[in-house]
């Protein structure tokens, strides 16, 4: 059973916006922080952004920044990308994953424990 569920995913215009959730599914886990990542064809997956819970602090790739919003609830492990101003090179499969031994690398897919199996997001030019 993957323990984290993508959702909100979709074909929207460029400039358009998209909601992104994921929630924890079945297995009970702590989490010290959830990030998204993306993956595009023939590409690595890439950080797009991050929040620590016992501080709230966020954390964005250049790319997303004023853009895009991370938010969750911890306790739930869920968190939410609130993506606005979407462009065609943003088309992707997006993943979340949690962070559960309180990694300082949250960057970089090595900081986290557990991912889900990801979400189209598919942008139209």
């Known amino acids: 059973q993957v323990p984290l569920v993508e959702s909100g995913g979709g074909l929207v215009q460029a400039g358009g916006s998209l909601r992104l959730s994921c929630a924890a599914s079945?297995?009970?886990?702590?989490?010290?922080?959830m990030g998204w990542f993306r993956q595009a064809p023939g590409k690595e997956r890439e950080f797009v952004a991050a929040?620590?819970?016992?501080?709230?602090?966020?954390y964005y790739a250049d790319s997303v920044k004023g853009r895009f919003t991370i938010s969750g609830d911890g306790p739930r492990n869920a968190v939410y990308l609130q993506m606005n101003l979407l462009h065609p090179v943003g088309t992707a499969v997006y993943y979340c994953?949690?962070?559960?031994?309180?990694?300082?690398?949250?960057?970089?897919?090595?900081?986290?424990?557990?991912w889900g199996k990801g979400t189209q997001v598919t942008v139209d030019s």
């Open positions: 994953a949690a962070d559960l031994q309180a990694s300082s690398i949250l960057e970089f897919p090595a900081g986290y424990d557990v």
């Open positions: 079945g297995r009970t886990f702590s989490s010290y922080g």
């Open positions: 929040i620590r819970w016992s501080v709230g602090s966020t």
